[in-house]
């Protein structure tokens, strides 16, 4: 691919990817001599998940790259062949936060047992598993699909779970609510490309991100209303959720965090991950990490 392809690039309207928009509607991925489609999922159309399950992005959905968990884009691209990992990195200065809503949790070592809300097929499983087997063994961990951060927040509101993993702006939305913190977590990511997605198309990409995330970080408060945006897309869809809230006051406790440039795809760092999924059977064990990862020398 070239550098002055179409470039379809999957977006996740989520917090940590405030990046991606900003460097494509500020025209910097164009300056670097990409033209970048952004390729969206209508939120309300989304029952469960943006990342389709059921069907590949690079092949059903025609995308060039795509960010998702990075134990997902292990399992995604060895089992479906949707691509090949390219970058990876945490994106965000942005854990992940379990929260609960029961008086007898009151630390991790608490949740043994617990259902545990998550939206699977995302990745996110794995992170929570992961995090959870510092504090429990792992026969103790239930998790629970709930789906999107709505839909989670909603299963802990109404009882049907005792806690649920949230990022921002939910987790300050779920302090709102009354639910109690109980422990934090990395949120790790990996960016996936389509066959003849490297070299100088995806530098160009990484300097054009990298350019947003030096605007944002210099002067959050700028982006602050193209990241409240999220909010306002879930009071949408889930206005249930807000009543009772102090919408203003919820706006202004939210902070727009400082981000990352996501960097190359480590094989050695990458095999470790995939090693713990193979001995829990999370993906096949015949899984080569030579073959999920991009070389880009």
Not at 9 to 29: C, D
Not at 192 to 202: D, P
Request: glycine share 8%; with cysteine.
């Amino acid at each position: 691919m070239s550098s002055d392809d179409k470039v379809r690039l999957f977006h996740l309207p989520f917090s940590f990817m405030l990046p991606q928009r900003v460097a494509s509607e500020r025209g910097y991925f164009a300056e670097e001599g990409l033209d970048v489609e952004l390729v969206e999922r209508d939120r309300e159309s989304v029952d469960w998940k943006y990342i389709p399950a059921e069907e590949t992005l690079t092949g059903d959905y025609d995308v060039d790259l795509y960010p998702v968990c990075k134990w997902e884009s292990l399992k995604r691209t060895w089992e479906k062949g949707d691509g090949q990992i390219v970058a990876k990195g945490t994106f965000a200065d942005q854990p992940y936060a379990v929260f609960t809503r029961r008086e007898d949790v009151e630390s991790p070592a608490d949740l043994g047992g617990v259902p545990v809300g998550i939206n699977r097929r995302t990745g996110q499983e794995y992170t929570a598993m992961r995090a959870l087997e510092e504090h429990l063994p792992p026969e103790e961990i239930d998790l629970v699909h709930c789906g999107m951060p709505t839909d989670r927040l909603r299963a802990l509101r109404d009882g049907e779970v005792g806690a649920v993993t949230l990022l921002e702006p939910q987790s300050t939305l779920a302090e709102h609510l009354g639910f109690d913190r109980v422990m934090e977590f990395e949120n790790h990511m990996g960016v996936v490309g389509a066959e003849g997605l490297e070299g100088e198309a995806l530098d160009a990409f990484m300097r054009g991100y990298g350019r947003a995330v030096e605007e944002i970080n210099a002067d959050p408060e700028a982006f602050r209303e193209e990241y409240l945006a999220m909010l306002e897309a879930d009071e949408g869809v889930a206005p249930d959720l807000f009543e009772g809230v102090d919408v203003e006051e919820l706006r202004a406790d939210i902070e727009v965090p400082a981000y990352e440039v996501p960097e190359p795809a480590d094989p050695e760092d990458l095999g470790e991950h995939l090693e713990w999924m193979q001995r829990r059977d999370l993906v096949d064990g015949d899984a080569d990490v030579n073959a999920i990862v991009a070389r880009g020398d």
